[in-house]
């Protein structure tokens, strides 16, 4: 079974729905981090969280938010979801700050 | 964050060697190079890091050099499997609890490499 998995792996929505992205880690690591990738323009960092209770805004949070159920579970929601929101998100986690392990990817399309 | 360049793109033969260049001019001394990859369809994949000193694993070699302004990822036999775009970022918290960049990848573009059988 794959270390880290995320859920859907595919959806198209429409604009305006609220849509929730999860991510789940049997690693045991303490920090978990949301990248959004567009052609050209490689990952960028969304939100990351050292532990359950400390979360943190990365370079491009606006229109998105997160919650951390559990030590192993990361969620990303889009409240109103828009059509430049479509893009290939990926979950990562990490023990501190040592080399990252992501997630297969959700492909999002907002119509 | 300092900034890597890299080639867009590279091509290679299967079961050769290929050399992947990465510039980093503007390193810090406590910046340690890191090194991606990601293959079609699936999400990143770390592939090895260092600071100084050359570094080996079971994936590839890092060469970095003696000024630290640039280093090379080799791969020392390529197969088709190791076609992907392959990202060289610099860090400067690895391995640090609290580190001051919380352990944010930044990546850039990367170079596509091509692997022909």
């Known amino acids: 079974d794959a270390d880290v998995t995320q859920t859907p792996r595919n959806r198209i929505t429409k604009t305006g729905k609220r849509i929730m992205l999860e991510c789940s880690q049997t690693k045991g690591h303490d920090r978990m981090y949301w990248y959004r990738q567009d052609p050209g323009l490689g990952l960028r960092l969304i939100y990351y969280s050292f532990d359950v209770k400390d979360i943190n805004k990365g370079e491009i949070s606006d229109g998105y938010s997160v919650s951390r159920q559990a030590q192993a579970k990361f969620s990303l929601s889009l409240e109103s979801a828009i059509p430049n929101q479509t893009a290939l998100y990926f979950c990562a986690t990490s023990v501190q700050g040592d080399e990252q392990y992501f997630g297969p990817g959700t492909r999002l399309t907002v119509t | ?62 060469a970095i050099a003696e000024d630290r302004k640039s280093s090379t990822l080799i791969l020392h036999r390529a197969t088709l499997r190791d076609a992907a775009v392959y990202y060289c970022i610099l860090r400067d918290d690895y391995g640090r609890a609290g580190g001051t960049s919380y352990g944010k990848l930044t990546f850039g573009q990367g170079t596509i490499l091509t692997v022909h059988p």
Not at chain 2, 15 to 26: D, G
Not at chain 2, 30 to 58: A, C, F, K, M
């Open chain 2, 1 to 62: 964050d300092a900034k890597t360049t890299q080639p867009n793109s590279m091509e290679s033969n299967e079961e050769e060697p290929v050399h992947l260049p990465c510039n980093h001019s503007t390193i810090s001394g406590t910046d340690y190079i890191h090194w991606y990859r990601q293959l079609p369809s699936q999400g990143p994949e770390y592939v090895i890091h260092g600071l100084t000193s050359n570094v080996n694993n079971r994936m590839a070699s890092l």
